[in-house]
RNA sequence: GGCGCAUUGGUGUAGUUGGUUAACACGCUGCCCUCUCAAGGCAGAGAUCACGGGUUCGAGUCCCGUAUGCGCUACCA
């Protein structure tokens, strides 16, 4: 293909010091790698706070990398300067580390950076001028708002919107034609010259979907933003084919979203002289919205932006544990341990978009938290309250043993518990343990109590605190129980009452109740003696006297 | 409108080259345990594999069509 401008006056377009390609290409060498490595990337605008399905993407991103001896990096793709968010790179920083995707390359490490779109703005311009001057592209002096008056026209006329065919109107401009637009000061983009010709239809191979069926591209896109912007930089399009081929990324992990995209990006590589790279395009995330379901919406869904996990305190293990899990179901099957060092495999991801079910996330992270050894999930929390919580922080700080004594209680066998889906849960489980966080119930008409009357309510305190005995066994404690509850006429097991509730003033799990409500402060509790146990024979008493 | 992707119980999935009663986890219900709530144990409900055609002795599994959902059709990514 023949340029309609000479090389003389493609090169006045650019600053003259602009490198050649050959240039950047012996910068950016490819890769020493073993056969098989995958390097893959993470591409994140920062126009507001990171997706759920970000992480999702990262991490599936990062394990195939790392499984197969390549590397993984995150590139920012702040192309949109208009649409970006301050504080999301910061944003964006602290989740990468909360979910342990952090990049593996950066400007610092690694001789294939940049890794912030904006900063590679020659590298896209030496692109855009060599497809200028192999006729791939040409510039474009049509406004906004001629663009618009377009699409409302090929929308009234039924027919494809976009700029092609004779919609095109700056494809064919003569060289004095875009020379007098230059001259009098005119903005222009560059846009890529599609092939000629009705559009065939392109097959390609997903490395996830496999073979893929598409009409082939025929939009004259734009490459290069307005002339008028400074920096001056590309679409995604354009910054996709070159950044990925330079960075020498060799699988291309994407959102669904991009298939139909993938007809374009064939055709730039191809005016490039690039070698094509594999796509492996991953369903989104999805959620239900009434009957319908649909994809998780980072301005509906406050799930959907990651900083929900983080501010609630769901551990990362647990999370990541449950997106490995939805891209592929094999490692839902698997112990924590074995999912987090498995190898994913593209062809076993999913094909639909899944339900991102808090639900079930809960219910991974309840069993994440039981299974984390003690010390692990002590720090855990500290590190959540620090944060979230500086008050909770502080108490546990100065009960340390206690604390330990809580997460150990969880993971006995005989009395294991599953309290915990997320840290920001602690206080209201366990907060009753901690003589800060308790405040004695003294008014024995609290409606908590009831059936039990206010005057019972203070004879079974009074009765159980003047013949209170530490016992160090279970059976033993609650023989108090038991007696305390026939001296005042309840039943002494719940089977008794069960059977002849007639016969006695409650069960015993009343009397339980009194005593839980002023132990505790709660109607749910865990077992009496293992409260009574963490709490010390002198806050028991005290806590039980406390009624006036 | 055009094009693409998807569709197995409430949810996520498993179902090898088509072959008997469609499996697992979460959720749900009941029972047991029991001082409450959980946890745990046991049992159970719930899917004519979106619908309609076809190929076949036989289809969730292959082919065609329809519907529905999602996405793309921007100087957003």
Known sequence: MESMLTADFINKLFDAE?????????????????????????????????HTGGVYVATL????????????????EDTDQAREVAGSREQFARAFKYFHIESDENDANSKWGPYEQ??????????ARELLRTGHAYPCFCTREELAQMTEEQTALKIQTGYYGTWARCRNLSQAEVSSRLQSGKPYTIRFRSPDGPPNRVE?????????????????????????????????????VVDDTLMRVNVVLRGEEWISSVPLHLQLFKALDFLPIPYAHIAPLMKF?????????????????????????????????????????????????????????????????????LVKLESISREFIAQLPIEDALESLLTW?????SELAAILSSNLPLARRIFANERNPAVQRKDLAKWNEFRAAYGLYFAELFSPVSDPSDPRFAPVEAEMVVKLAKGFADSYRHEDTKEAWFEQIRSLASANGFAPTAGQYKKNPENFAGSIGHVSNAIRILLTGLTTSPDLFLVAQNLGEQEVLRRVRALT
């Open 118 to 127: 904006s900063k590679r703005e020659l590298l896209y311009h030496t692109y």
């Open 289 to 357: 919205d009434g009957a319908s379901r649909r994809k998780l919406s980072k301005r509906k869904d406050n799930e959907a932006d990651v900083a929900y996990y983080i501010e609630s305190g769901y551990p990362a293990g647990a999370v990541l544990h449950y997106l490995r899990g939805l891209a592929n179901s094999r490692f839902a099957e698997m112990t924590f341990e074995e999912s987090a060092s498995a190898a994913l495999s593209l062809k076993e991801c999913g094909v639909a978009g899944p339900i991102f079910d």
């Open 204 to 240: 390609f191979v997903d490395l996830i979907r496999g073979r893929i069926e598409h009409q082939d591209n025929m939009n004259d896109v734009v490459l290069l933003k307005s002339s008028d912007q400074t920096p001056r930089l590309p679409t995604y399009h354009f910054a996709h």
């Open 385 to 389: 309250a620090r944060e979230y919580d």
């Open 61 to 76: 991103g990062k394990n195939l990398a790392h499984h197969s001896g390549g590397s993984y990096f995150i590139r920012i």
């Open 18 to 50: 602009l490198p050649e390609p050959s240039h950047w290409e012996s910068l950016y060498p490819p890769r020493n790698l073993p056969d098989g490595a995958i390097v893959t990337r993470f591409a994140p605008s920062p126009t507001g706070f990171l």
